[in-house]
């Protein structure tokens, strides 16, 4: 059914899609992950505009234990498949308004190495802010201060270093 390039633009049919996924994501997630790496899937319409987002987001909620190997993937899968701002999208979403106090050290890997592949992404500097990885909060404050930043990534940049509650002030200064 994600093959089905017609539905893309269909009221409902994105969504029941993503529903069935969604059942499987969980329950057999090694299946789930076999269908979107399958072939051009990864790249199609329903995929790239309703699932990529919304597959990181519920991998990302997914209990501790199982969801580091999950958020890996859907990291280094969307990096080499040029989607990472989806992946990231999504996970940004699952965290939406919190910060986690402990990274286990296969994610806060993953993470950087995204960071590092994606160095001009705010969003990717905004998940690791949001991760409490070491450096973040120095990272965001540049990426927030730097008129080249867009003026809605600075202002998530800025949320999300009021959000994480890091210890200490610091300032921005965001001339516009």
Known sequence: ????????????MPLLIWWAIEDKAIS?????????????????PLMTRFIIERLARR????????????VRFCLQHARQEKTVDLALSGMLQA??????????QPLEGAVWETVRHE??????????????????????????ASRATPADDRLSLIKALGESKRPG????????
């Open 1 to 12: 059914m994600l093959r089905h390039d017609e539905d893309v633009d269909d009221v409902q």
């Open 28 to 44: 057999d997630t090694d299946r789930v992950l076999r269908m979107v790496q399958a072939g051009d899937l990864w790249h199609r």
């Open 59 to 70: 991998f990302y909620r997914k209990e501790p234990t199982r969801r580091q190997p999950l």
């Open 95 to 104: 965290l939406s308004g919190q910060k986690l106090d402990h990274v286990p």
């Open 119 to 144: 160095s001009a992404n705010p969003r990717a500097i905004e998940l690791a802010l949001r991760l409490n990885l070491p450096g973040a909060s120095r990272a965001a404050i540049q990426f927030a």
């Open 169 to 176: 002030r610091s300032t921005v200064c965001c001339r516009c």
